[in-house]
């Protein structure tokens, strides 16, 4: 009995838009379209948000989070017009009390990490009851980035971190929980066996870019995410907002591009002088190096390539 051909694997290129097509996704990293997917307040998009957290903070929360609803957010307790320069996307609390404020970046940022601690320490600050009875029974705060651009110099795509013992390494107080997602090193990689984390971070980073799902993706939340994330369940005024963000962006990187076309002179030659005085202060330090193990001068000026009256200068 011949044995039946096993079906041919499908590349995921095959699930990418060709040229001047546009995918049928909104590309979720732009503000409206993660809040209507994401939406608290409705029960579709309220479902995604609880699949998401749960798949991301996995590591971090004590238990799953059965449900979520929206947060008032406090006054800025700086005063500063500065500290709120990046609008949270979503401030949520879950079933249990916890804080969670989600956070998408499509451009970089300084002081990142220190910008989250910041926020952090507002939602704690503004547990705070009026009164004498409080004692301090902060609940966990929890602050998720996903940013588009690349934050630390390591291959993780996936930061967390917390408030920790140094000695020991063990939690020490669950106020402060933070979970930094680069989309920028996501591969376009994902396999049914994959982790949820992996999937959702292919998700977030190439949907907009899909004409249709992955068989990978093929589980129940990903396919109600996805139609939530249809732009054509966009209304009128939702997608001229939609695609005035991008048009922001599209400004934002013609800008930056100009202004290195303009002056690519400046910036070549200030590169080329950066390098040259790496150069040279190498060299004098090898120089110094020969000149303390008293090799002669000639030798020294003819292998760094300084001239004698410079070696002997040093």
């Known amino acids: 009995m011949k044995k039946k051909n ?19 996704y909104a590309n979720l990293l732009i503000d409206l379209a993660f809040k209507k997917a994401f939406d608290p307040d409705k029960p579709a998009s309220r479902e995604n948000l609880v699949n998401l957290l749960n798949d991301l903070l996995a590591p971090q929360l004590k238990r799953p989070i059965k449900s979520v609803k929206t947060r008032n957010v406090a006054k800025n307790l700086s005063g500063s017009k500065e500290s709120r320069t990046a609008i949270f996307d979503l401030h949520c609390e879950d079933d249990a009390g916890n804080l969670i404020e989600i956070e998408v970046q499509i451009r970089k940022l300084k002081n990142f990490s220190k910008r989250l601690a910041f926020y952090a320490s507002e939602m704690v600050a503004n547990q705070a009851e009026i009164g004498s009875g409080w004692k301090f029974n902060v609940k966990p705060t929890y602050v998720i980035a996903i940013t588009q651009k690349t934050v630390f110099k390591d291959n993780r795509i996936i930061h967390r971190a917390t408030t920790v013992d140094l000695e020991t390494g063990e939690q020490f107080v669950d106020s402060y929980n933070y979970t930094v997602i680069e989309l920028s090193k996501v591969p376009f990689f994902i396999e049914k066996k994959s982790d949820s984390s992996s999937k959702w971070l292919f998700f977030f980073r190439y949907l907009h870019r899909l004409r249709k799902l992955p068989e990978a993706l093929s589980e129940k939340k990903f396919k109600q995410l996805t139609e939530c994330s249809r732009v054509s369940r966009f209304t009128k005024k939702e997608f001229e907002a939609y695609r ?22 400046e910036i070549n030659a200030k590169i080329a002088e950066n390098v040259s005085k790496s150069v040279s202060d190498t060299k004098r330090k090898i120089a110094k190096k020969m000149k303390a193990k008293n090799r002669p001068i000639d030798e020294i000026a003819e292998i760094t390539g300084l001239t ?4 002997n200068a040093l």
Not at 8 to 24: A, F, I, M, R
Not at 308 to 311: A, F, G, N, R, T
Request: proline share 9%.
């Open 6 to 24: 096993p079906m041919p694997h499908k590349s995921l290129e095959d699930y990418l838009v060709k040229p001047g097509e546009q995918s049928p």
């Open 244 to 265: 005035k963000v991008y048009h922001k962006e599209w400004d934002h990187n013609a800008m930056v591009d100009g202004i290195f076309e303009d002056f690519a002179d």
């Open 308 to 311: 004698e009256d410079e070696v």
